[in-house]
């Protein structure tokens, strides 16, 4: 097996996430994913013995690639609340239109598989210079108490996967947005920075 170990896993993980984002955990079967990487399914299930258990390796993966963008967004800002919930908002929506299958699989699986949306706040929890705390900190210096940093990043991460979602139904109808895609894809991004801070801005207390 050490000519596969090098070659035939990365090519299972590239070949399960296309078809696990397409289809979900239900949805999705090992022989496709087999198909898709190339290699038969005895050679699947030696790196993987359960579909779950690929599944979650996939799903880890692509929430810990999100936690570290969402760190490196963070990187040199000031840590002003504006500011760190425009950092944070502008880079989940990036993010999502970058992975433009995440946010329907998400919508779509949610229902039955919740514990996806754990994993996703652990990843971020867990990452260093943790964004979770950094919201904490800048939610405490505006005197906001009626709602946590956690709320807060739920509601940014739920707020941007509508948006991007709105971008990927529109280009999936084949609607022509106006006045073009990329000026539509910018609108929405600040759509989504503008309408949390305006929720943000009703809790502030009256100085």
Do not use: W
């Not at 030696?46 to 963070?74: C, G, H, M, P, W």
Request: glycine share 6%; charged share 25%.
């Amino acid at each position: 097996m050490g000519k596969h170990q090098n070659s035939s896993e990365p090519a299972i993980l590239k070949a399960a996430e296309k078809v696990f984002l397409e289809k979900g955990l239900e949805g999705a079967r090992t022989a496709e994913i087999a198909r898709e990487a190339g290699v038969n399914t005895g050679v699947l299930h030696y790196f993987f013995k359960t579909k779950e258990a690929l599944f979650n390796r996939i799903i880890q993966e692509k929430y810990q690639d999100f936690s570290r963008s969402l760190v490196l967004s963070l990187q040199d800002v000031s840590g002003n609340l504006e500011e760190t919930v425009r950092a944070v908002s502008e880079n989940v929506f990036d993010f999502f239109i970058e992975n433009p299958d995440l946010p329907l699989f998400i919508y779509k699986e949610y229902p039955s598989h919740p514990e996806q949306v754990k994993m996703l706040g652990k990843a971020v929890r867990e990452a260093p210079d943790a964004p979770v705390s950094r919201l904490q900190k800048a939610v405490e210096a505006e005197g906001i108490t009626k709602f946590r940093a956690g709320t807060l990043f739920y509601m940014i991460v739920s707020f941007n996967l509508f948006g991007a979602l709105s971008v990927r139904m529109s280009q999936d109808l084949g609607i022509n947005l106006s006045p073009t895609q990329e000026e539509y894809v910018g609108r929405m991004r600040e759509y989504c920075v503008h309408m949390i801070l305006e929720l943000i801005n009703r809790e502030k207390p009256n100085l």
